[in-house]
């Protein structure tokens, strides 16, 4: 999620007029990964409901193992893209031009 943003302010003229806008953006992508997500709150988060939802739907576990994943995958993935944050693109890729 955060490349996708971090990329579209990398191809566009900001990048140019103020350089130190995706020095901010990455700061505060950072403080963020450190003070806000929490993945044992969001998988104790996750067990609550399934528990609340159990007699409704049975045993889902092995459906929920996969956002449990994502979730304890996720702080390496943002982690690395703000150390090495990608470097934009120098010209409009080709298949963008449909014409």
Same mark, same amino acid.
Request: with cysteine; aromatic share 8%; charged share 20%.
């Given at each position: 999620?955060?490349?996708?943003?971090?990329?579209?302010?990398?191809? /566009?003229?900001?990048?140019?007029?103020?350089?130190?806008?995706?020095?901010?953006?990455?700061?505060?992508?950072?403080?963020?990964?450190?003070?806000?997500?929490? #993945?044992? #709150?969001? %998988?104790?988060?996750?067990?609550?409901? #399934? &528990?609340? %939802?159990?007699?409704? &739907?049975?045993?889902? /576990?092995?459906?929920?193992?996969?956002?449990?994943?994502?979730?304890?995958?996720?702080?390496?993935?943002?982690?690395? #893209? %703000?150390?090495?944050?990608?470097?934009?693109? /120098? /010209?409009?890729?080709?298949?963008?031009? %449909?014409?």
């Amino acid at each position: 999620m955060a490349g996708i943003a971090l990329l579209a302010w990398l191809r /566009s003229g900001t990048r140019r007029r103020r350089p130190r806008a995706g020095l901010a953006y990455l700061a505060e992508l950072q403080n963020l990964l450190d003070n806000i997500f929490d #993945e044992t #709150e969001r %998988i104790a988060e996750i067990d609550r409901i #399934e &528990t609340l %939802i159990a007699p409704v &739907t049975g045993d889902i /576990s092995a459906d929920l193992d996969y956002v449990r994943n994502w979730i304890n995958a996720h702080r390496v993935l943002v982690q690395a #893209e %703000i150390n090495l944050p990608p470097t934009g693109f /120098s /010209s409009q890729p080709l298949h963008f031009c %449909i014409f």
